[in-house]
């Protein structure tokens, strides 16, 4: 695996090596690897002739001091997973590196009532950031193939969102990989390394609760269904920012399971100092 740390770096060894047009997959990561990035890795692996990653923890998408001071950062032992997974180049930046200019905004972006619902309502000014730092790794890696997981899914909705609106670059085409979970089915996530052991065993109630959601998706009307289900989660301890059962393609929530094509139910919930947001496909 070669590791650059400045963009320039990057751009003039990835401009030789696509002049002999290998097409290339893009993992943008925040570090502190699972099994999750890894399988986004290994699905890049399979099908591109070149797999590149990026760790760089993004100051301007955290909207909390703390929760960006207290990000895992495990830098060598991710090092290690992504050389024994064959991933071809690491894109290590520094702040100074992706903002040179300073952290402040210089385009907005167009994200609709993406902005305005769920994680967007909950972190404001998050989901500028994200397209903030992913546009500036897409115009440096211009890769044909971006990997993201599905635990992310309004992320993925916003990438989809900001792609659609990128000039200058051919558009890179999204895959959405299926969330890794644990065992127990709590959905990977570099933050669960810093779950207490107790409530790293309440953590799977959330999976549970989306499961009960799912096998009581027709049977029961949905404002029960949501009632119940967050007394579920509520009893285990978590403080909700959101449960909602929307329309897969929008997000808009819904009433009745044929009020759309294909749901989905989201869940964000803090478990005390801990944030951890779930979903799962109903229909
Ligand atoms: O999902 C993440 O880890 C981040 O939001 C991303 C896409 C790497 C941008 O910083």
């Keep these: 695996m070669i590791l650059f740390k400045r ?9 030789k090596a696509k002049q002999n047009g290998l097409k290339s997959g893009f993992i943008p990561t925040m570090g502190a690897l699972h099994a999750g990035h890894i399988s986004l890795i290994n699905q890049s692996k399979k099908s591109d002739d070149l797999t590149v990653a990026s760790i760089f923890v993004n100051p301007t998408q955290f909207n909390n001091a703390a929760d960006l001071e207290k990000y895992p950062k495990t830098i060598e032992a991710d090092i290690r997973q992504l050389e024994t997974a064959g991933c071809d180049i690491l894109f290590l930046p520094s702040v100074a590196e992706m903002y040179p ?12 009532m993406l ?3 769920l994680e967007g309502k909950f972190r404001p000014g998050h989901y500028q950031g994200v397209c903030m730092i992913v546009d500036k790794f897409l115009q440096l890696v211009q890769p044909h193939y971006l990997y993201l997981g599905q635990k992310d899914f309004q992320q ?13 670059i051919d558009k890179p085409v999204i895959r959405i990989c ?9 959905a990977m996530s570099s933050r669960n390394m810093r779950l207490t052991t107790d409530e790293r065993k309440t953590a799977p109630k959330l999976f549970q609760m989306l ?3 799912k096998e009581n998706f027709t049977a029961k009307p949905l404002p029960e269904l949501l009632t119940e289900a967050q007394k579920m989660i509520t ?3 978590f403080k909700p920012d959101y449960i909602t059962i929307a329309d897969y393609e929008t997000l808009t929530p819904i009433q009745k399971p044929n009020d759309c094509k294909h749901s989905i139910a989201l869940v964000a919930a803090y478990l005390h100092e801990i ?9």
Excluded at 101 to 112: M, P, S
Excluded at 161 to 166: A, G, P, R
Aim: net charge negative; with cysteine; glycine share 8%.
């Design 7 to 15: 963009a320039n770096d990057l751009r003039q060894w990835l401009e």
């Design 101 to 112: 200019d300073g952290l402040q905004a210089d385009k907005k972006y167009n994200l609709g």
């Design 115 to 117: 902005e305005t619902v």
């Design 156 to 168: 993925c909705m916003v990438l989809q969102k900001m792609i659609d609106q990128l000039t200058g």
């Design 178 to 186: 299926p969330t890794a979970r644990e065992k127990d089915g709590l």
């Design 211 to 213: 499961t009960f959601i």
């Design 235 to 237: 009893d285990a301890g």
């Design 275 to 283: 944030r951890l947001i779930d979903n799962l496909i109903l229909s």
